[in-house]
């Protein structure tokens, strides 16, 4: 565990580096710790050396987690595809939602987030590369997801989120986070005042620094905080 100490140092390093490059003040910036696959204990080391948010992409895995570190006070993002028969589970022990792409899925989180927790904070995930297997809504659709989804009570619709396609240098990696950053400023220029979007959840390990020089809120990083994943992931069950 000493590992991930080490690791969290050098990535809040390079984030630093990077925030000080862009002329970002560092509270404008999350780091998400993506802990899919990792056990409890790489997420407890992850909390005692100072990360409180948690992505989780298999459900079932997810809220076993979540229950077994109830006494952690941490926040959990929900930041796999969810399929609308699974939205329930999401709704009741999740404060972020990050790959929501249709109407669908969004009724049913509104319609089951329990009344005694606040809005369920959302992200609408966007195909920026338009690639034709990828989950997310087109770009040119976004802006009517978006005046849907910010009519519902019992969410919070905070921002957009996308995984582009893997590109190798830095400024071929900026375009389509570039993209989404204007997109969301198109969405704004048609949302209320009060109801403005305040999120980029944008940027993973292998580009976390194209991400912050585009204007990325939340990092979402697994590999770079507890190391390569190796347990082979049952995805049947998302
Ligand atoms: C796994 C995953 C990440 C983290 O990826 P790393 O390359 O390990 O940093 C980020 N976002 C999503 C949606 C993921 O599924």
Not at 101 to 106: L, M, P, Q, V
Not at 135 to 141: D, F, H, L, M
């Amino acid at each position: 565990m000493e590992l991930i100490k080490k690791n969290i140092s050098a990535v809040q390093a390079r984030i630093e580096a990077c925030m000080a490059d862009a002329g970002r003040d560092h509270n404008s910036l999350q780091l998400l710790a993506v802990s899919k696959t990792r056990s409890e204990k790489y997420i407890q080391s992850a909390f005692a050396n100072g990360l409180n948010a948690f992505g989780e992409n298999y459900l079932q895995e997810a809220v076993n987690k979540i229950q077994a570190l109830e006494s952690l006070a941490a926040e959990w993002h929900f930041i796999g595809p969810l399929q609308s028969n699974k939205t329930k589970p999401v709704a009741e022990n999740f404060s972020w939602v990050h790959a929501v792409d249709r109407i669908k899925i969004a009724k049913r989180l509104n319609d089951q987030r329990p009344e005694n927790l606040r809005p369920l904070n959302i992200c609408l995930q966007i195909n920026i590369d338009n690639e034709p297997s990828k989950s997310g809504v087109a770009p040119n659709e976004a802006i009517d997801l978006a005046l849907a989804v910010s009519e519902l009570p019992n969410l919070c619709l905070r921002g957009l989120m996308a995984i582009p396609m893997a590109r190798q240098d830095i400024d071929s990696q900026r375009q389509p986070f570039r993209a989404l950053r204007l997109l969301k400023e198109d969405i704004n220029q048609q949302l209320d005042k009060s109801q403005k979007l305040d999120t980029l959840s944008m940027g993973m390990s292998g580009d976390i620094e194209a991400a912050i020089l585009e204007g990325a809120t939340i990092l979402r990083v697994g590999t770079d905080i507890f190391g390569p994943r190796t347990e082979k992931v049952d995805n049947k069950e998302i």
